[in-house]
């Protein structure tokens, strides 16, 4: 097994049943050391370069990459490495943020599935509608500013939540939407460290958020739903991948990873050209050829 199918199987949820954050480690770093992954990264960005040409070319599957993390996990950075490579023509990335007035008036997945990704297209969440079962759930308030109906926000209201997110992602399997969720698994002390650097370097002291410091305070709280959501929601055609995210060159090594082998079993091919597009590209040459300069 390559290392990168390695990687991408080590740290795979396919299936919630029993599924224990507490059995993967944040400091995870399957043994490898930092210059070595750079290597395997170069190598993963290169390929990805390549099959998202075919990706795009064939038009046919798109590939919604979902991130999800705490504050100062990795999102935004691990995104920018990893998709170094990849034509930004084929590729659209969306943060979602606060729903809007006019968002929180419709159904939740509404401002989703306008950012979906076209056929042949990567589409890249930087947060989403997982937000729904995270921070919502974590604040009450925020839930009640939903104008949901009274009636329907029962005890079963996360259950109905996960039935929807499940039904949503087959569906869009069935229609050629391929979704792989990455949890960037941060540890607490080493979440504090980077806010740390962010209130101690000039340069960081932008990312700085008293915010995000007041959130850590609801740590355990994030834990538990984010438990419950992957033990919901990993499902074989739309996996979880829990990634250590306590060293970041090893982060954006095993996202690197599961994009490459995600790209790779489609087995994408360029177009073939029939036999009367042959003919009519022969014709287009002898024009060409015919006409001086
Ligand atoms: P960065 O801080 O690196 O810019 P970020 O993703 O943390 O990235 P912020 O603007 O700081 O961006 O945070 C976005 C906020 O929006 C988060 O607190 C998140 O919980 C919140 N959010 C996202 N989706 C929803 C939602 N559906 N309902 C309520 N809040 C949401
Ligand atoms: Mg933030």
Known sequence: MTIKRKLAAAYRVESGKGFRLKKYDPGDTAGLREEDAQEHLQHSISQMEEMQNKLYAQDRWSLLLIFQAMDAAGKDGAIKHVLSGVNPQGCDVHSFKVPSEEELDHDYLWRSVKRLPERGKIGIFNRSYYEEVLVVRVHPEVLSREKMPPQLIGKDLWQERFQDIRHFEKYLAHNG????????????????????????????????????????????????????????????HSPWYVIPADHKWFTRLVVASVIVETLESLKLQYPRVSAEQRKALQAARKELDRKSA
């Open 177 to 236: 939407t391929v979704i792989r969720k990455f949890f960037l698994h941060l540890s607490k002390g080493e979440q504090k460290q980077r806010f740390l650097a962010r209130l101690d370097e000039p340069e960081k002291n932008w990312k700085f958020s008293a915010a995000d410091v007041r959130e850590r305070e609801y740590w355990d709280e994030y834990m538990t739903a984010y438990e419950d959501l992957i033990r919901n929601t990993a499902t074989k």
